[in-house]
């Protein structure tokens, strides 16, 4: 055999383009270490993102006094929409945070999941002062549906139509 044409000893027995094993498997890390980041980044989400989101919606004007739990469950709803998955896919490293906090990421579907929401929330906050006689436009219906739609739609977006592009602002 030529010198270049001899197998290297770490591909001996696998097959051109599999995937060599790690050296831990799903099963021996168990599935605490599997379900660990998730249950992190839930509880994160939950107990920084709705006090925060709460505060938000009541200095946007949502009411205060009569419709508090209705508040903290809207700023559940878009807690978990928005700030769920970006703890989960990007953790606590402070440059990706910056860029989040500055709308500077390159969309993907988890930056265009979270832009849809607070827009669609935004954006459900329309029909509120129309009339509140209707079961769908109380407090905080709209927002919430709003919150969801937006999600879906932005989620869509940044997964197919505007993946890797950024928003600009001049």
Same mark, same amino acid.
């Given at each position: ?104 990421? &390159?969309?993907?579907? =988890?930056? /265009?999941?979270?832009? *849809?929401? %607070? +827009? !669609?929330?935004?954006? #459900? ?14 407090? &905080?219906?709209?927002? =919430?549906? /709003?919150?969801?739609? *937006?999600? %879906? +739609? !932005?989620?869509?977006? #940044? ?12």
């Amino acid at each position: 055999m030529a010198k270049g044409t001899m197998p290297s000893a770490s591909r001996q027995g696998s097959k051109p383009g599999q995937r060599k094993k790690s050296q831990t498997s799903n099963s021996e890390q168990g599935a605490f270490g599997r379900m660990f980041p998730a249950v992190l980044s839930l509880s994160l989400a939950f107990t920084i993102g709705t006090p925060l989101l709460t505060i938000i919606l009541i200095l946007f004007g949502a009411p205060l006094t009569t419709h508090m739990q209705h508040n903290l469950l809207c700023a559940a709803h878009v807690s978990l929409l928005a700030a769920f998955p970006l703890i989960y896919v990007y953790g606590v490293d402070t440059r990706r945070w910056r860029e989040v906090a500055a709308v500077m990421l &390159p969309f993907d579907e =988890v930056f /265009g999941g979270t832009i *849809g929401t %607070f +827009v !669609g929330a935004w954006l #459900g906050a329309v029909p509120i002062p129309l009339d509140w006689d209707r079961e769908w436009q109380k407090w &905080p219906v709209t927002i =919430v549906t /709003g919150a969801y739609l *937006g999600y %879906f +739609v !932005g989620k869509f977006a #940044g997964g197919y139509l505007l993946k890797g592009k950024r928003i600009q602002f001049d």
